[in-house]
Structure formats: C-alpha cells, structure tokens
C-alpha cells in the first residue's frame, strides 16, 4: 500500500515563502506521476501542480504559474513544491497525490490514485 505522508506548512504572512516536501512509502515511487492539490475551507479540492515520473515534464495551475515550482528527487521517494510570493487566497489545506501512470501529467483528481492526509498552510496579510 503506496502512503504519502505531506510536511512543510505552517503560518506565514503574505509575501512569505514556503517548501513543501511529501514522502512516498509502499510503492516504486520513480514510476509514478505526482501532483499537489489544495483544498480551502468551504470550497472544493483544486488542482496546484503536477510532475512525471523522471521530472522532465510539469504542469501547473493558472493560479501557481510563476510562484509555485514543483520538483522530485527520485532517489528520496520525495517530491517537493517550492511556493513563493504567498497570497491570503493560497491558504487551504495542501494534498499529494500519486498516479501509477507516470507519463499522465495533468490536474484530473480521478487520475491520481494514492493522496496524502496534507499539510496545513496559512497566509496572512
């Protein structure tokens, strides 16, 4: 059973930076695709971010262009997101989630097939 256990939130102010890292346990990691997907009180799950299974492809949100720069490193069955230029409006709780088809690189939440519980990130101005 492939887990992905999310690390790296916390309270920030607006403008701030933050790293997030999740670790996959239970499965051949380098196979899969791996995406991130947030999730703010009262609204549904959106997607953030995506990445192939070597690296050399990614895929991001309108909202994340720019800002946001997913990444992995295969040989620590780890993949990261590294957020810049935090605004309010990302604050949500933020999810892995890993699709055993590692050439998908999209935002589709029915192509993902293990998710994370996530981790927390608040936003202040």
């Known amino acids: 059973q492939v887990q992905l256990v999310e690390s790296g939130g916390g309270s920030v102010q607006a403008g701030a930076s933050l790293r997030l890292s999740c670790a996959a346990s239970?499965?051949?990691?380098?196979?899969?695709?791996m995406g991130w997907f947030r999730q703010a009180p009262g609204k549904e799950r959106e997607f953030v971010a995506a990445i192939n299974w070597s690296g050399s492809s990614t895929y991001y949100a309108t909202s994340a262009e720019g800002r946001f720069t997913i990444s992995r490193d295969n040989t620590k069955n780890t993949v990261f997101l590294q957020m810049n230029s935090l605004k309010p409006e990302d604050t949500a709780v933020y999810h892995c989630?890993?699709?055993?088809?590692?050439?998908?690189?999209?935002?589709?939440?029915?192509?993902?097939?293990?998710w994370g519980q996530g981790t927390q990130v608040t936003v202040s101005s």
């Open positions: 239970g499965g051949t990691f380098s196979s899969f695709a």
């Open positions: 989630a890993a699709g055993r088809d590692g050439t998908v690189v999209a935002g589709l939440e029915r192509l993902y097939d293990y």
